[in-house]
């Protein structure tokens, strides 16, 4: 669990709460979850990476809270603000906390693990595993930096959506991605994409790839991983 992001959920929907914890641990961060802010308030805040805060909850509001971590605990994490409302008003105030976003219920999952990827990349929180700017897989390369991925003294000829599925799947070796957690990751600003999409540009990686794609495998019904 080393190098991997923290965040924390103030959700008092506890169905809700359940539904977002599952999801963003399905994109590898680790994930508690509290239903007050007064619980919150109990847990070492500084360990977090982000804080998801709802406005509307008991005693303290997710406002209310906010406040505490930003002006006495003195804390910079990021924090997003879940809520109902949006009005003008309430938009206001959770900014003028400091808030980094705010998502409007209801909203989807794919929108929801999008904002947290984004915010975190704007904070410049990354995990241990993600921070090296070049990685080796057998006899590939993957340089992250300048994008490309080289075998032997050879850069292979990849399309920019290629490239980013096999960097996402290598930066995770053994973890399963489903074709929808790859459309959220790499396809999020799109508008008409299918799963066939993922399907089509994993088979020409496969074949630019060649002998080496014996890495890249498939489980039937789950999704596609890195086998080392």
């Not at 790499?186 to 794609?213: F, H, P, Q």
Request: hydrophobic share 40%; glycine share 8%; proline share 2%.
């Amino acid at each position: 669990m080393e190098g991997k992001l923290r965040i924390l959920i103030a959700e008092d929907e506890e169905d809700l709460c359940e539904i977002v914890q599952f999801n963003l641990e399905s994109e590898g961060y680790i994930v508690e979850a509290v239903h007050s802010a007064e619980e919150a308030l109990k847990r070492d805040l500084a360990s977090y990476d982000l804080l998801l805060l709802d406005v509307m909850m008991g005693k303290m509001s997710g406002f209310g809270l906010a406040q505490r971590v930003r002006n006495e605990m003195g804390l910079e994490m990021p924090v997003i603000f879940l809520t109902a409302r949006n009005s003008e008003n309430d938009l206001l105030t959770g900014f003028n906390i400091g808030a980094d976003d705010y998502i409007t219920k209801p909203f989807s999952v794919r929108e929801l693990q999008a904002r947290v990827r984004t915010v975190l990349k704007r904070s410049g929180r990354k995990a241990a595993a993600e921070v090296g700017p070049t990685q080796l897989l057998g006899e590939i390369v993957i340089d992250h930096e300048a994008k490309r991925v080289i075998i032997g003294a050879e850069k292979v000829d990849l399309t920019r959506k290629e490239y980013e599925i096999f960097a996402l799947l290598v930066r995770h070796p053994g973890r399963i991605f489903s074709r929808e957690e790859i459309l959220g990751r790499i396809w999020e600003d799109d508008v008409i994409v299918t799963d066939r999409t993922v399907d089509v540009n994993i088979a020409r990686l496969r074949k630019k790839l060649g002998d080496y794609s014996r890495y890249l495998r498939n489980k039937a019904g789950y999704g596609y991983y890195i086998e080392v």
